[in-house]
């Protein structure tokens, strides 16, 4: 192998060079005295990144997979009533997690494109008028499709039915990358993962909890230890971890917590905004390829799902990318086998970098057999990028 | 801060440069199509540090804790009777999970100093005809007190009594660092952590299963999902994982993994048990300075608990050691608060670093007020550690 | 800033992530006992790099400049005639610096775009009955424009002439990415440098010498201290350097030495030719751009030096790839500075690496006025890439 | 291998992570636009480690070997007369490189053990009165016998001879660690390395000049390029450098020079000066070893170089400490092998790694056949920093 190795894939994603180093460490005492001061700061400004003002970030050793866990066995009860939808390969599997931990899953199927169906959430939720629904689960960015749902909606349908229901979010491809807002959408639980858009290694789950989450975790009878809320609380409010927690990823998570907020979430979720219509522009330009996203209003920031060509196998361009071109592409999961490969453009990234990740897909197509044009996607790719960049990156001596 | 922060906390421990180095990569697709050989070959090479023929190992990115509940809700129900003893911190928390996990716990209070009661056990074992009590838990090495259970006695209470319970064993601690033959000794459940003996960051939680404990696991009705044995062994299976899993710590457990094996687990144990002598020798040379541990058939080789002597109080040397020697030594937990520190000697540590550490304490505890003579610890690791080299080490001119 | 920084400058040049790992080190005892196998191996290896059978290779912790001048000061006298010729920056400076250390300089001007004068060389070696000329200086790739020369025709001329001169290169950035023969070409002194095709940080001149060269600094008479070839040799000999070594770069030259010689210097150079001819595939799209190389003779397959367009500055090419896109290009040298931009290609790349750098330089020569068409350069490129791929890198289920 | 290797040479030094870390790095163009502005605030701060007010300093990839002969070969001509001395293994390798440049050297022979001879160098210089002393030569600290020379009394010496010799102070193991005031004590030519008191790796080669040694520089005839100020001057004076530098260095000494500053030079001295009296203490506490430095004025701060008892072979000690107790000390050079054996103690550093490294040294001698006490030279050395850590280092709930 020569020359790196580049990754498009929707997570793990690039990791900065600041954060590599702050990773680069010798091992520290977790019960240190001074490690709760370390803490505290760290787990208050990720309720910046979430924007969050009342309730708590919690920061578990595990994955996105753990942090759903996490959300349901602390503040639910085994045969609650949850109202869920299916348009993908991760709601699909939060649905089925709830299914297996015992809940009781209203189950909206939804085309695979589309995202949650907020007038029938709000349908249902009208209609629920003793209240039988106790959580609302909705998955904001479906990363086998591609696809952004509309939470701000569903609070509004949750609250024009006056439904009291706990809303959960599964935010592990959206948080830290495209526009979340935990305080002002009133997200109960917000479940996010180190590997997206905190640009680092895999090996943490993040949950926003709000207070009244945190009240419903009182009550709630499902079994937890690992995962529970009391525990944590009773520990980070002093600081520290009821359990050894995974210090050199945290001593990232410090460094990539700083460069999103020293630039404002705002510019993070432009940046990803701006990098994406690039992406999308080059898909427009491959005869014959398109978005799984039905329309506009469900395009992803994050991550792009893209049909081949008919007749070309996804796996083919997926396993030419990976042997050939030393790309990284995701894969189209479930029922998008072989007719999806995907594109992540989220965390780290810039165009340029882009344009090297559309090269190499734009290469695999035409090997796979797809008739699209040489360089046509970097082509439109590189015309949204010059037309595009904020005026801070221009030259000094330009800018003057 | 000059120079580097002393650590001789039983875990996090050192990482070797070599481990360092291997984690200090770029992200990489954990659905890559070369990563399953990757995976197939280290969890299979797992087994030969666990000394397992039969069974598997997991690997799931989490703590020990984690791995404790792994262990738990796979292979038994709600309403189960355990058999368990409490004799320091690690011991106490986990029956502790045992009992708010839903199992009824029959438990047996130790003195701490001591470990396993193994006629206890086995008297027990004996009575128990029919069969009620589903499995035994033992904690190997407690961390807390630093104290070392004899696990193959306890299988031999077992085969005596006929009995069919699961054997599950808190291996944290020891699993890596001390001798652990979990084929032979006939455990089950066999928990530990990458902090420790593997020289890693924290951040997997490792758990040796046995042919046995999976059989149990098909029945088991606890609700899991993250922690799902069926969902691991489906993905393992294939050289994959059923979540994005921590690929940076798994780069750095291969490393650890080699460097363990290229050496032979009994040169591990050998390596920890010298080790181990160096401090306990130091620790008979402070006046009025005792281990927790009761007798020698209980001193740990990877942790010392030490009781400070009458009137100086071990926080005082903790933190003075923190603060003005830069060095990180273990706090006494629970009830050995004030009383006790303890100095961990597992992992990627020799000699010299041992003698830096007790020199750290010898000044911590002189400052708080221990009257003991000033190298008088040193002094007695160094001519241990004279007497002791391995022949390898020696010069290959002096060796000739 | 985003993402990484794009380098394509001819050097400093990409180091790969085992290289980096390699570097990652504490520091450690350059006298140490064993420390002498490593330095006796590297430099020994260092000469199947250099395809050396007799002489050394030296290391100094120097610059390639620095090199440049140890040849010199070794093996020649004040007022020796050399003979040289310059047709681009670097072989100006080294004409500059051979006259600048009392040398009487015999001058062939070139038009810059050729290289060496091979007939210019010929005839004068040919009427050079007495021998006066000491030395004839090449160098084999001149940085500046891109123009690779024909060592082996000089040696011919040489030897056809029976002409006794030393033959001194400058392989800065040549050796270890394009062909060089150092044993078979019959080059007395050829100079590199870490921070090229070496793949390493800057700080290493590296100087390969023939015997003959070594015996002509027995007797030379230029002061030297710091690059005495004497001092070397006689601490090289027991693997050992006379001051200290820059120990931590001589980590990282260790394995990017096993890289290449794993790999084969003729798969190196291969590698290197593919990647050239995708620059210069894009170039050639490029209207209006064109080679500083006069002919495909000259084509150098580690840097190409492009003249942009008329009317656009390259300047502003390479100031708006910088800032706007984050991408380092090479900048026009002396004369040729505003007039052309410089992409390097050599070290640890690979295509799709290089659609990224086409891509950078495409989007910035549009920002500054030149009427390319978009996407055309990495068009071109992708498909050059696309119809060369080695068969070794196809995937296996593909290749079977 | 296991745990790290111990390292008390007097250079290379212990890296400190945050330096290890800057240098963890890709890289980068050293023609970028903003890189001038990191090189000229650099270049300006290592002015302020030195001392100096006016003057400049130069940073050559190089050795401390290579800034002697970039000191000598830019401000003297062939043939000048140098007043010089010898007393160690590094003063007399400067003469021998003088002798060899072609300067006239008039050397004055002291005792190893002691420093430079200031009453002869007074009565020269007063006996000098044509001036036909071009420069007066000072090894500072003479890093193989342990001897620190005051620099101070020499510019006394120069001032009441009226003499207008340039002061040439080779300051490699003192700047960064011990008092040095370039600009107070009139140094003209200061000589220092990376890998001593700036705590990186070797390659850098730093110079501080005075204007009057750039003045004379100006005016001297010895050839130099690579080493030339004029080309340094012309180059640094736009923030470049007018070869490749070691930027992955460059980025580490930012690190280390913003830590030193940031602690204040007068702090860093006060470190070394605590550091060094606990070795000597130990030295002290060794029954029949004993400091070559022959009284108290002479003692070094950054290295210690220690006779071992009579019928020790101070290689046996070293070569032991290094094969069984994995620690490198320094060896005797010259006239002092076999006699002698250094500890370093420079750099980044603190009691607890001088603790290891005194009890590596203590076991070695016995293993040797020193008749010493186990553990004697640990205990002084530990009760000299017990009484004497700064306050700033205690507990913030001591300090209170």
Not at 21 to 27: G, S, V
Not at 155 to 160: C, G, I, K, V, Y
Not at 241 to 255: C, I, K
Not at 373 to 395: K, N
């Amino acid at each position: 192998m020569h020359g790196f190795q580049h990754l498009y894939i929707p997570g793990p994603t690039n990791v900065p060079d600041p954060v590599r180093q702050a990773m680069n460490i010798p091992m520290e005492d977790m019960r240190a005295p001074d490690f709760s001061d370390f803490v505290t700061r760290l787990l208050d400004d990720l309720k910046s990144v979430y924007r969050l003002k009342s309730g708590r970030v919690f920061v578990f050793p595990t994955s996105g997979t753990g942090a759903w866990e996490a959300a349901i066995t602390n503040t639910l009860n085994a045969g609650d009533t949850v109202l869920m939808s299916r348009f993908g390969q991760f709601s699909l599997l939060w649905a089925d997690m709830a299914d297996r931990l015992g809940l009781n899953v209203e189950l909206c199927e939804v085309e695979w494109g589309k995202g949650v169906p907020v007038e029938d959430y709000a349908a249902k939720l009208q209609a629920d008028k003793d209240h039988r629904i106790r959580a609302v689960f909705c998955t904001h960015n479906e990363t086998a499709t591609g696809v952004t749902s509309d939470i701000a909606a569903v609070r509004r349908a949750l609250d024009e039915a006056g439904h009291p229901a706990l809303l959960f979010v599964d935010g592990v491809s959206s948080i830290a990358s495209i526009e979340f807002e935990m305080e002002d959408w009133g997200v109960d639980l917000a479940v996010s993962g180190s590997q997206k858009g905190f640009m680092l290694p895999a090996g943490l789950g993040l949950l926003g909890v709000s207070d009244k989450a945190i009240e419903a975790s009182r009550s709630a009878t499902m079994p937890r230890c690992y995962f529970s809320f009391a525990d944590m609380i009773a520990f980070n409010d002093t600081g520290y971890f009821p359990y050894t927690p995974a210090t050199q990823v945290l001593r990232g998570l410090r460094v990539s917590v700083d460069m999103m907020l020293d630039a404002g979430m705002e510019s993070v979720w432009a940046r990803h905004a701006r990098l994406a219509q690039g992406v999308r522009r080059a898909v427009e330009a491959w005869q014959g390829c398109s978005l799984v996203a039905a329309a506009p209003e469900w395009y992803s920031d994050t991550v792009s799902a893209i049909y081949t060509p008919d007749g070309v196998d996804a796996r083919d361009v997926i396993s030419t990318a990976y042997y050939k071109y030393q790309t990284s592409l995701g894969s189209g999961l479930n029922k998008l086998a072989g007719r999806v490969f995907r594109i992540g453009h989220l965390g780290s990234l810039n165009p340029v970098m882009l344009c090297a990740g559309i090269s190499a897909a734009e290469m695999a197509l035409r090997d796979a057999g797809a008739a699209i044009e040489p360089g046509s996607g970097v082509a439109a790719a590189q015309e949204h990028f010059r037309s595009t960049t904020p005026d801070t990156a221009l030259a000094p001596a330009k800018a003057a």
